[in-house]
């Protein structure tokens, strides 16, 4: 299966052309959730509402759109949707898992450089988080996505936040099962602690990965029996009118204004340049007191005439240096 996945997953480079009908997407995902299987998945489930109609016509997302790669780990993929009366390009902006392997430095890093490239677009529709259908309770991947993301875009982003649960196991999958099974935890984790995201069954979407990756083995000659592919067909049309369900209430969002959230940035950049600079002033400041301090005792205890205490008159200071900011 792997090599037919890695064989469809080959990317173009070709930097998408972001329009104003752009629905733009932050996509975050744990390390091994499988984001470019749930990319894959979505295009497919949104294309092919019935499992017989996607059996011999799978396709992903770098085979029919445009992949823009940012930076390392960075991709950006664009989804043409034309759904009911509405035609826009989805653009999924894949970034790359938490919990880099380099350390808390390089997710920083990576952090910057999504916005990097948020400050190239106008809004931002939603951001969403992708998570295995068995996790129980508030990972520290996504109690560090939510507090980086909301601390360098804005609060009012906690409104625009959605959830993707993914379910691996067609034979107990159903959305609504698999929603209060994981949601009633997540929920206690996360509405325990500001910014109190909001999170319910409307901002919560369940995939089935399984009947995805059957098709790409079915695609290979695996054979399965009357029995199986009956259960890939019901999971696959769940799946897909979770798609529908998604894409719609994503768009009834209201998107953020990503110049704004550049504004703030770039306040922010500024205020910690500050904070550094008088930190190092406040600390010069006080070594030079203190120095000031014990030349002054040193003086008042010393027996000497005022012309044999001329040449402590002085003491060495520690200055300080102007530094102009770029504006």
């Not at 601390?151 to 691996?168: G, P, Q």
Request: hydrophobic residues 35%.
């Amino acid at each position: 299966m792997w090599g037919v996945l890695k064989n469809l997953m080959k990317v173009v480079l070709v930097e998408p052309d972001v329009t104003e009908d752009d629905v733009n997407v932050l996509l975050f995902g744990n390390s091994g959730t499988g984001n470019s299987t749930v990319i894959n998945s979505i295009w497919n489930y949104f294309k092919y509402p019935i499992f017989r109609a996607a059996r011999g016509n799978i396709e992903t997302v770098t085979h029919d759109s445009e992949v823009y790669s940012v930076d390392e780990g960075l991709k950006v993929y664009k989804l043409p949707i034309k759904m009911d009366l509405k035609t826009f390009n989805l653009i999924l902006i894949d970034t790359p898992p938490v919990g880099n392997p380099r350390g808390i430095e390089q997710d920083n890093t990576n952090m910057e450089n999504i916005l990097g490239y948020l400050a190239t677009l106008k809004k931002l529709h939603a951001v969403c988080f992708v998570f295995k259908a068995h996790e129980t309770r508030v990972t520290k991947f996504m109690e560090y996505c939510l507090k980086q993301m909301l601390t360098r875009l804005d609060r009012s982003a906690k409104e625009d936040i959605i959830f993707i649960t993914v379910y691996n196991e067609t034979s107990r999958y159903t959305a609504e099962e698999t929603k209060h099974h994981c949601l009633v935890p997540l929920v206690r984790g996360i509405r325990s602690n500001p910014p109190r995201i909001r999170i319910g069954l409307n901002n919560v979407f369940a995939l089935d990965n399984e009947a995805f990756r059957a098709l790409l083995k079915i695609q290979e000659g695996k054979r399965y029996n009357r029995h199986e592919l009956d259960g890939f067909a019901r999971s696959w049309e769940t799946s897909s009118k979770e798609i529908r369900r998604l894409l719609t209430y994503i768009t009834t969002l209201e998107s953020l204004d990503l110049q704004n959230i550049i504004s703030i940035n770039e306040v922010r950049f500024l205020v910690e340049q500050l904070a550094t600079c008088i930190s190092e002033i406040s600390e010069r400041i006080q070594d030079n007191m203190k120095s000031l301090d014990t030349h002054q005792k040193r003086l008042t205890t010393e027996d000497q005439a005022i012309q044999q205490l001329k040449p402590q008159l002085y003491i060495t200071c520690v200055g300080l240096e102007v530094k102009h900011f770029d504006e």
